[in-house]
């Protein structure tokens, strides 16, 4: 029999699962089998220590004191800024603000279009795929300017209809905002060529990243989107982090989004100046420590290399599709060409949560529900899936867990 290999590419899976301490723990009595990374993914002993380091030794307000400690914070805060600026090759550093997250950041986008780019009879594209939070900003900015949210279809793999989508792209469109890999269902959308034709038109792109920062080398002068939306706690950073990238151009076009301290110039009760980029969208006192651990989770990714991962999650992706196919009765929800993170599936005729439950008693973490895309649930008339979304310190041996647990769960609930 083939040896089960661990180490790809370069990539020593059991010695980076040393650096996540939760990775040795147990659930009722078993070893942790974590596969539930796109809800959020695990954080490295670099980023608990980051975040440690700031309040322990240089804990003080950004961009306002001129004692040492302020100082300290803000050049580490804009070290971080940078740090994310180089992830992404953005063009400029100004172009990196740090929000709460991915629901945040198209909160942002969506709320200052809303203002000041949409009217009566204009149009926002989003897809069958979006997460809630690429759907609802845009519901609402709809709502109140009496514009028409109009979504791009799939197919029954789950793939989008891109001449339904060249179709859509008329004079109304005033922007397109999609997922780039789908957290239900692990599609990777033909983001290069969605950006493409609706630049031909003039229509700027969002893309929400949110599954993609962790799994795929992003360069956004190369992609060219005009925003793109991550968080910070599903790229091994800390929860309630986030990073909107958007373009000068754009950035400098938008109202601001919340007012307050730090994105000011000067305020009088006549008339107020907004502060230059990025600090005009980063109203009052930020996440200081936790954009600076969200920036030591990029760090240690990419000193894994991003590549490395990249390969080894493919790797690990096909051996898990191909297993998770040979059981008896099992559907996979979404069966794209191409994909990356999540494997949505149901077996039988039993609910997700039965299943879910019973995976749990065995140790294994996996996501069952909508995953925050009910409309894609109801086109797939579903009331949910079983989830199982990959990491780069996930191994082949968890993969085997995750089959004989869902065999088992299957035998004991069919
Ligand atoms: C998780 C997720 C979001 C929302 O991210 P938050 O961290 O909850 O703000 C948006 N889109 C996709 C595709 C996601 O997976």
Redesign the pocket.
Known sequence: MEQIANIVAGLDVEKVRKDFPILGTQVHGKPLVYFDN??TTQKPQVVIDAEARYYENYNSNVHRGVHHLSQVATNAYEQARQTVASFINAAHSHEIIFT?????G?NLVANAMSRRFLKAGDTVIISAM??H??IVPWQIACEDNGATLKVIPINEKGELQMEAFKAMLDETVKIVAV?Y???TMGTINRVEEIIELAHAKNIPVLI?A??AIQHISIDVQALKPDFL?F?G??IYGPTGT?VLYGTTEWLNKLPPYQGGGDMIKTVTFAKTTYNELPYKFEAGTPNIAGAIALAAGIEYLQGLGLEKVQQYEEELMTYALQELRKIDGLRLIGDAAHRSGAISFLVHNIHPFDMGELLDQQGIAVRTGHH?TEPLMDLFRIPGTVRASLSFYNTKEEVDKLVAGVKRAASMLL
């Open positions: 796109g809800a709460k997250g991915t629901t945040d198209i979006e997460h939070s690429n997922t890999v789908s957290n929400d949110a599954q939306a968080s706690h599903k986030g925050c």
